[in-house]
């Protein structure tokens, strides 16, 4: 009997430390101010609205420049890989604040994905 009670306090123990670490992914969708560097060095901002479809997710950047790019992504816990036609796809991580960090041009350039209200 005294096993059993043992075994159980364990067993209570090890869901609470695994729950305690476990986060929930923000939700991922709507529209972001997005602040960017290039490979070079040079900056740039913009906007872009992320429309989750089924298991993926659409993307359709608007930079102040005028530019126009698109893309569609999976989610995997909290790391959202974004193919947009190029060599190498833009990987977000998303923190649990919703905004999105992300690194492409193979890791040379940044950009954060801010949502907005």
Known sequence: FMRSIIALALCAIF???????????AKVGGTYAVHGTNAGGSKYTGTV???????RFKFNWLLSSGETYT????????????DWGHKYP???EVGPDGVLHGKWDNARATETLIPKP
């Open 49 to 55: 609205v992320i429309s989750p479809t089924g298991k």
């Open 71 to 82: 893309g569609v992504g999976t989610m995997t816990d909290t790391t959202l890989v974004v």
């Open 90 to 92: 833009v990987i977000y």
């Open 15 to 25: 869901a609470v430390a695994t729950s305690v670490g476990a986060q929930e992914p």
